[in-house]
């Protein structure tokens, strides 16, 4: 039987140390990968969903003041719409002012 000399080995021990990080850092490169276009899928999620509440929101608010135009007398309804905006307003400035805070504290 032939032996390997300790050169032979020591270089065959090297070459397969360097394939084993080249393959390594080929797996790193592609997780990197596929973790960078997950998070861009969920941004184009999230701004799908964002466009639809949008939406969602606008014909609400449009579907509110045609109601109220209909059902409350018209003495009533000024105070009535100034009261319903009111209100959207102040959810609008308790969210926006809790995402501020969420924002400022990371």
Known sequence: MVEMSDEMRTDGDRSSTDETRATDDEETENREFAERMRRYLD??????????????????????SQTIT?????????????????????????????????????
């Open 43 to 64: 941004y184009a999620v999230l701004a799908g969903l964002l466009l639809l509440a949008l939406i969602a929101a606008l014909q609400f608010y449009l579907n509110a």
């Open 70 to 106: 209909t059902w409350v007398n018209p003495e009533y309804r000024a105070p009535f719409q100034a009261a319903f905006n009111l209100v959207l307003l102040l959810g609008a400035a308790l969210g926006v002012s809790v995402q501020l805070r969420r924002l400022t504290s990371d």
